[in-house]
């Protein structure tokens, strides 16, 4: 059985560590009560070209963090003009951007890097090691960032 554990672990950190790759994002609008409506533009869902990135840090000897975000592949792509189109499209309550990574996808906010992403909602995963167990939860990027855009400082 340990055996088995030591297994499911390696490709955990093996699939965790290939997460990073080039893709597209469907676009969403979120409200503050994580209300949502599709992006979009050109009577299209809004696709963004990216990468998704996963950010990890180990916790103690048993528990490890796991955060992810869609890094813009155009840095001289206006975070603020892709939020506008948000309030425009849905009123100023629709004011967070959330990327999509699938029908089913969790809460996933937009960058340019790690130090500069949209206000939004965050899934984060505490990922037990020795149990093999991932338990979510959703923050506001808001929450996580009261001086900055930096979400992801806790996990240097």
């Known amino acids: 059985m340990k055996f088995i554990k030591i297994l499911i672990y390696i490709n955990f950190v093996l699939c965790s560590s290939l997460m990073a790759y080039a893709d597209t994002a469907d676009i969403y609008c979120a409200n ?12 299209d869902i809004l696709k963004l ?11 103690n000897s048993e528990y490890r963090l796991i955060a992810r975000y869609f890094k813009l592949n155009n840095k001289n792509l206006n975070l603020n003009e892709i939020q506008q189109l948000c309030v ?10 959330q990327a999509s ?41 808001n929450e996580l960032s009261q001086n900055n855009n930096n979400i992801f400082e806790f996990i240097y």
Do not use: A
């Open 101 to 141: 990574s699938g029908m089913f996808s969790t809460w996933l906010p937009v960058g340019i890097d790690d130090r500069n992403v949209l206000q939004g909602f965050l899934s984060l995963s505490y990922y037990c090691i020795r149990c093999l167990k991932i338990k979510t939860f959703h923050k506001s990027v």
């Open 88 to 97: 425009h499209s849905f009123g100023s309550d629709f004011q967070y951007v």
């Open 49 to 59: 070209n990216g990468e998704w990135q996963n950010l990890s840090k180990k916790i």
């Open 32 to 43: 503050k009560n994580k209300e949502t409506k599709w992006l979009y533009y050109n009577n």
